[in-house]
T-cell receptor, first 113, second 110 residues
């Protein structure tokens, strides 16, 4: 039973399109995250939600908009996709205390052509 | 200068070798230190977690933190081919933000 699941796993799309990545966690955690991993494996936080409230919003273009309908779900919508958006996007969750484990999903490989 | 620096490797060792992976950091407010392992096409998974300075051992893995030098290490004893992966250090202060190193790719040759 997958703890943090995200879909789709692979996504190839054209520049200018709008796409969404969905994430769900069944761990009962209060906090969820979106991370972006570039081609050099550098993993950087984009957003964090705690109980459906945005608590971290890094310097990310406005084309990226997270949405949390409930604390078990955190979706990522990307408008007007650009070539530079090609990366792996990881959803993650934790109990909200940084001393506890952050669980990552399997990742969504986004390629913009 | 990045907040967390990590040699990308790759680091290639024979099976059974002792592996040493390291990170340096610049933010003295960091107090929680973690090591994640990431297999190809998978998400990172937590290996070790330490708070403040000191050592922590878990099976073949030992994590060390030296806050005075702003330096953390992960040692893997009796390395196995199944240890081949990318190892990411990560750290945080009192906020919710976890800062990752860029990862070191490890290859353990049979």
């Amino acid at each position: 039973d997958t703890a943090v699941s995200q879909t789709p796993k692979y996504l190839v799309t054209q520049m200018g399109n709008d796409k969404s990545i969905k994430c769900e966690q069944n761990l009962g955690h209060d906090t969820m995250y979106w991370y972006k991993q570039d081609s050099k494996k550098f993993l950087k936080i984009m957003f964090s939600y705690n109980n459906k409230e945005l608590i971290i919003n890094e310097t990310v273009p406005n084309r990226f908009s997270p949405k949390s309908p409930d604390k078990a779900h955190l979706n990522l919508h990307i408008n007007s996709l650009e070539l530079g958006d090609s990366a792996v996007y990881f959803c993650a969750s934790s109990s909200g205390d940084w001393r506890n484990t952050i669980y990552f999903g399997e990742g969504s490989w986004l390629t913009v052509v | 200068q990045k907040e967390v620096e990590q040699d990308p490797g790759p680091l290639s060792v024979p099976e059974g070798a002792i592996v040493s992976l390291n990170c340096t950091y610049s933010n003295s407010a960091f107090q929680y230190f973690m090591w994640y392992r990431q297999y190809s096409r998978k998400g990172p998974e937590l290996l070790m977690y330490t708070y403040s300075s000191g050592n922590k051992e878990d099976g073949r893995f030992t994590a060390q933190v030296d806050k005075s030098s702003k330096y953390i290490s992960l040692f893997i004893r009796d390395s196995q081919p199944s240890d081949s992966a990318t190892y990411l250090c990560a750290m945080s202060g009192s906020s919710y933000k976890l800062i990752f190193g860029s990862g070191t790719r490890l290859l353990v040759r049979p």
